[in-house]
């Protein structure tokens, strides 16, 4: 019985030092004087992993009948799009922007855009802009997840988010109708653009962790250094899984 007790103190007070943990990264946004940025590129290094095309089966006359994989989108000299950049480890910064809706559409069968960034405390309209049904499906842990048909008849969804997490989202209907949902809790985070290109800015200046997450590929993390009012230059490599 004593060794029961035991147990159970030693998971509350796991379960106590967990929550500490998370509210002592509690962000907190204002003014940003003197701050710096961060700029980079992120490139495949190696060979590139096999992405199928996407299988369109059904609503050809909405959809089409190809379209190219979102799931690894490879420009000139290997820069990658869709890789997400996010300073995780930063506790004071600039305002994190609420009141701004993202925006997650639905046209010819394919989201639009396949990254989307939505902030913690900020909505994520998820629209329908066809004529036929689809249904929205998040993979959600941390946050409520969405699982919800979206005829026509039904142009808006309206999500809200509560904590930092990546989702992976699809269609139901549609199983090639793939996205990602970046739901983070401060607003130093970029999607890199079709030459793999990213920037941060109004970064105070300090030492911070950066993570570079992509769906297909290596999940990396830096170490980067601020300096006042400067540019500081990142090169990223994924890999391969
Ligand atoms: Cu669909």
Redesign the pocket.
Known sequence: MKMTVCVKTALILVALSGTSARLSWAYEGGAVTDGGSISGTVKLNGAAPEVKAPDINK?QEVCGKTKPSDALVMGADKSIKFAVVRLTNIAKGKKLETAAKSVLD?NK?HFDPHVVVVTVGGTLQIKNS?P????VHTFSIENDPVNKAQPKSLPLIEAKFTANETIKTQ????KW?GAWIMATDNPYVAVTDEHGKFSLTDVPPGTYKMEIWHETLSRETKEVVVKARADTAVAVELKKK
């Open positions: 609503d639905q069968c066809d036929i049904t689809h249904n269609c139901d209907i549609h109708m």
